[in-house]
């Protein structure tokens, strides 16, 4: 059994188990709202608690290529072409999202949870203004409203190339 199977067995069951999932999964809206994560000691370490105020979106996106929109009007220029915009990653992505879907809420983190070949799964915790208010664990979080949207969140920061600094990561940023 190799690592990456085992992985599954370990987390989901079994293999059908995993595909029976997936294929729910696709069912499934791109943005649901879930009542408890799938990978509860990963949504742990990254902040996740059972109380009032947080919760997980499950967020899909298609594994295409990044591609800038085209303009809709306008002549355009010969060097004006869609582009590859690699920079940001699936993970910021589906953050941005799950952001638009609930407006008023701030994106505390995500994970992955699974891919096929058509889709990547993201969990985005996120957290309701009350809490951040009044829990003292995300006071941080409260003057950062947007967070999400200018690269704050942990897959933004490595999006920037903030993870690293000193010699050698110089044009990182």
Request: proline fraction near 3%; charge should be positive.
């Amino acid at each position: 059994m190799s690592l990456n199977a085992h992985l599954k067995a370990n987390r989901f069951g079994t293999d059908q188990d995993w595909k029976d999932r997936l294929v729910q999964w696709r069912k499934d809206p791109s943005t649901l709202r879930l009542d408890h994560p799938t990978r509860l000691d990963r949504a742990r370490a990254l902040g996740y608690k059972a109380k009032t105020g947080l919760f997980v979106v499950r967020q899909r996106t298609l594994r295409t290529t990044h591609i800038r929109p085209r303009p809709k009007k306008g002549k355009q220029n010969r060097k004006q072409s869609i582009r590859l915009n690699l920079a940001k990653n699936y993970q910021m992505i589906c953050e941005e999202r799950a952001n638009r879907k609930f407006r008023n809420c701030e994106v505390v983190n995500s994970y992955y949870v699974a891919q096929d070949g058509k889709h990547y799964w993201f969990e985005v915790i996120m957290a309701t203004p009350e809490l951040l208010v009044h829990d003292h664990r995300f006071q941080h979080l409260v003057n950062q409203r947007g967070r999400v949207f200018r690269g704050l969140t942990s897959a933004g920061k490595k999006m920037r190339g903030m993870r690293w600094k000193g010699k050698g990561a110089e044009k990182s940023r």
